[in-house]
């Protein structure tokens, strides 16, 4: 089951971030997150207010090794008043799910995550910066609430 379970999120992970989207002239870009989790964070805009966004991590030990990734479906809200040159500041919220494996006698976990936050999106460079909060729900293997918080930047490819 841990592996069906494995096989299908990082399946979804990519057919969702392989997308060719445009929006904002930004499709797909990749970063760092701190916080929690630290990694690297990805973002693939599949409109012109959404997006799917995530952090992949990983932690190899002699004793301890670990995966780590989620993804959120993000709605995002622009701040249209604020004429600003230099970019434009967002808020985001949504939904989306968080998987962390292990390879010792720890159990796997499944979470559900609804983050919310604020970006910027620079309007001369390919680069945007975020602060994000997600109330996270482990729902297994037992039952527990928890927040996650990060911020980090990403840098667009496109």
Do not use: C
């Not at 760092?32 to 693939?44: F, R, V």
């Not at 995530?54 to 030990?61: C, D, E, K, M, Q």
């Not at 499944?110 to 936050?117: E, Q, V």
Request: glycine share 10%; proline share 3%; charged share 15%.
């Amino acid at each position: 089951m841990r592996t069906f379970i494995l096989t299908f999120l990082l399946a979804t992970s990519l057919m969702l971030v392989s997308q060719t989207v445009q929006a904002q002239d930004r499709g797909f870009g990749v970063g760092a997150a701190i916080g929690g989790p630290d990694g690297l964070s990805y973002k693939a805009w599949t409109s012109s207010n959404s997006a799917i966004a995530g952090v992949l991590t990983f932690n190899v030990s002699d004793n301890f090794t670990s995966f780590y990734t989620h993804a959120d479906y993000l709605i995002h809200k622009f701040y249209d008043e604020l004429d600003w040159e230099v970019g434009n500041l967002l808020y985001y919220y949504g939904g989306g799910v968080a998987f962390q494996w292990y390879d010792s006698a720890l159990d796997d976990r499944l979470s559900i995550r609804l983050p919310g936050g604020f970006g910027f999106n620079f309007t001369d460079v390919p680069v945007d910066v975020f602060l994000e909060l997600a109330p996270t729900i482990t729902v297994s293997p037992e039952f527990n609430f928890s927040f996650n918080g990060n911020m980090g930047f990403r840098f667009y490819l496109n």
